[in-house]
């Protein structure tokens, strides 16, 4: 194939920080807020939390190093990087397919992550008008599931998020994000601390605590696991090539890879426990929430909190503009691979490529939303549509898609290349990620997905 792709026309981020910022930005979002607590509630807790924390050390971070690395190398969208990459080290260009899955999970996720953002938009609406104001436990249900039946509401804010997501995206990533992201985030965890701490005074921390924290791993079980090890890769925006992407508009090559992609593992991770700390209390306060509420979770028991605060109100509003802010900023890089790639190779403008994705997604979006009304009967081994994507995207795609960047970086690319982008770090510390990613990644990654596999096939 005749390639005529154009390096760097997508631009270069202006430091390492705003790297940082884009890269936590795209990491830290609906993942962390709203389906890290009720996936931690659906799956009993404390031993759950344990294994997605393995996942992130064991998996999520090495892997993470690995896209950015190769971005970084190749300067290039992820189909073209892999292109580039698999030439460079004389392999074949099927290694692209990466880079192509990517470009359809990055599609299907938006999809449906816009139907949620849009639940935040509303929400963001509720609080403004003053609707949380001592609301009671079995009213916040009662909001929530009207909000799921109204389809109008529903499809009006999931296209008013893609809007402003596409409108970003067809501005340019590097220009509209990198700022933005540097003030979102810290934004963010002042406000996760100050409900923290409220959520503590009027709510059941001990008991939030040791649900979280209390690793009974007798409870555990495989599809927790799977559900787990998907959540990892979701959480950290792998397996699809959004980091890869990020990783392409790297200023310069000195910066190290490793060190980098510590802070921003740690940051997601961090947001993930804080959003916890804040529901569980509420929900533990409230013997009509459950812990095991599902994805209504967020917005069934914070609502309840605000309601009962003073200034309930304001801070319901800043909040949920936040979540609304932290979903954009993720929504971007779902998007940005593809967008970038046609940019490359194509050299057609932003704006054309994003209207028409934006328009693809739109309509795939619409399947989630009527999974929670006139079509919440119609199942696909036994999921929804908004579940079934859920888990094809997180749990299969995702994965996989892991799986083969780790096989690509840890076995495929020359040696020598590897250790000229990553070869920074301490030797020991390097000799153990090349390791996790030669051998523990690979057979951890094959051997929870053929589970997996089996356990939905036999269900
Ligand atoms: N990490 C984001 C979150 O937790 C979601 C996200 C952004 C994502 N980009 C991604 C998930 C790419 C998978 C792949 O909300």
Redesign the pocket.
Known sequence: MKLSIQQGVNGRWRSRWTFIFAAAG???????IW?FPYIVGENGGGAFVLVYLACIMAIGIPIMMAEVMLGRRARLSPINAMLHLSRESKVSHWWSGVGWSGVL??IL?LSF?SVVAGWAFHYLMLAMSGDFYQIEAQSSGALFSGLLSNIPALISWHTLFLLITLGIVAGGVVKGLGTAARYMMPVLLLLLMVLVIYSAAVGDFASALSFLFNFNTQALQWNSVSVALGHA????????G?IMAYGAYLPDTKISIGRTVLVIGILDTFVAIMAGLVIFPIVFANASVEPSAGPGLLFVSLPIAFGGMTAGSFFAALFFFLVVIA?LS??I??IEPTVSWLVETKGISRLKITALLGVAVWLVGLGTVFSFNVWSDVTLFGSTFFDALDFLTANIM?PLGGLFIAIFVGWVMKPSFVAEEIGDIRRGLYRCWYFILRYVSPVLLGLVFCITLFNKLSS
């Open positions: 795209s990491a830290v979002g609906l993942g962390n389906k999970a990055g996720i992550y890769f979701f959480t950290l925006s792998l397996g699809m959004a979903a993720s929504g890089s779902m995702l």
